[in-house]
C-alpha cells in the first residue's frame, strides 16, 4: 500500500515536472520568436558624423556611419547586398546632383568614407544596409554645403522615354504607372550608331543594374530589385512599387566596356 502511494506521488511529480517543463520549453521558444520577430523590424538607428558640420564645395569631407541598436549597443554584423555591406546615396535636394558610393566597415557598428559635394546648398545621404537577422534599411541625413546654393532645378516628367547616354539609345517602359502596385519597369538599350541592340552589359554589384528611385521631396527611397540578373542587355529588368501619386526620379546604373553609366529618368505617377 505505501509502495503503491510512493508510486503514485511520483507519478505525479513526473507529469508536472514534465508538464513544467513543457510550459517552459514553450515559453521560451515563444519568446524566442518574439525576438526574431522584433529584430526584424526596423530596430536599428544611424548616427552620422562628418569632418565638417558645413563642408566647402568640392573639399574632402569625411561621413561616419554608425549604426546602432535602439539601446545604442553597434550594430556589427550586416548581409552583403549587392556586393556591398552598405551603399550611400547622396543627392541634391532638387535631384540634379546623384552619387552611389561604398562607404567602408571599420569596427564597432561604423561605416566611412571619404567624398566631396559639388557646390553650395543642401544634400540629402540615404544610407542603405541589411542588418544581419533584420530587413533592408534606409536611414537618411541631410548636410547643407556652405556658400550660395545654386537655384533648384524643377523636376519635370520626360515625356520622350528614351535618353542617349555615352552612345547608347536608352529607353524605360513600365508594365503599368500606378501607385502601390507592383511595377516592372524595363531598360532597353541600343547602339546609337548601329541600332543594333547592346548585348554585352557587364555585371554592375553582382546584377544587370543598378537602380535608385526617389521622390521628388526626396522623401521616400524605394527599394528597387532586378528581375533578371544575370541579363546583359538589351533589356535590363526592375521591379518596384511607387507608394503614392507624384514624380519620382530613377536612376539606372549599369556597366559596358568596363566603365559605368547613369540613366536618369522622371516618370510621373498619376
Ligand atoms: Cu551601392
Redesign the pocket.
Known amino acids: 500500500m505505501r509502495g503503491l502511494v510512493f508510486v503514485i506521488i511520483l507519478a505525479v511529480a513526473v507529469a508536472l515536472s514534465g508538464c513544467g517543463k513543457t510550459t517552459s520549453d514553450h515559453n521560451s521558444h515563444n519568446s524566442h520568436e518574439v525576438e526574431r520577430a522584433d529584430s526584424a523590424t526596423d530596430n536599428t538607428e544611424a548616427v552620422w558624423t562628418l569632418s565638417a558640420d558645413h563642408p566647402s564645395p568640392n573639399a574632402d569631407v569625411t561621413i561616419k556611419v554608425k549604426i546602432q541598436d535602439d539601446s545604442g549597443k553597434p550594430v556589427e554584423q550586416f548581409d552583403i547586398n549587392?556586393e556591398?555591406k552598405m551603399?550611400?546615396i547622396i543627392v541634391s535636394k532638387d535631384l540634379s546632383y546623384f552619387d552611389?558610393?561604398?562607404p567602408e566597415y571599420q569596427d564597432n557598428g561604423e561605416f566611412t568614407i571619404t567624398t566631396q559635394l559639388p557646390n553650395a546648398g543642401e544634400f540629402k545621404m540615404f544610407a542603405?544596409y541589411i542588418p544581419s537577422g533584420g530587413k533592408a534599411t534606409t536611414k537618411s541625413n541631410v548636410v547643407t554645403v556652405q556658400g550660395t546654393a545654386p537655384a533648384a532645378e524643377t523636376l519635370v516628367p520626360d515625356l520622350e522615354k528614351e535618353q542617349m547616354i555615352d552612345g547608347k539609345k536608352v529607353s524605360l517602359d513600365f508594365d503599368s504607372l500606378q501607385a502601390n502596385k507592383e511595377v516592372n519597369m524595363t531598360f532597353h538599350m541600343t547602339d546609337a550608331q548601329t541600332n543594333k541592340p547592346v548585348t554585352d552589359l557587364q555585371p554592375y554589384?553582382g546584377a544587370v543594374g543598378?537602380v535608385v528611385i526617389l521622390s521628388e521631396d526626396a522623401e521616400n527611397y524605394l527599394h528597387v530589385h532586378p528581375t533578371e540578373e544575370k541579363a546583359k542587355g538589351p533589356d535590363a529588368k526592375f521591379m518596384t512599387s511607387f507608394p503614392s501619386s507624384g514624380n519620382y526620379k530613377i536612376w539606372g546604373q549599369f556597366k559596358q566596356n568596363g566603365k559605368t553609366f547613369i540613366v536618369p529618368f522622371v516618370v510621373n505617377i498619376p
Do not use: E, S
Request: a neutral charge; charged letters at 20%.
Open positions: 549587392h556591398k551603399h550611400l552611389h558610393i561604398h542603405d554589384l543598378h
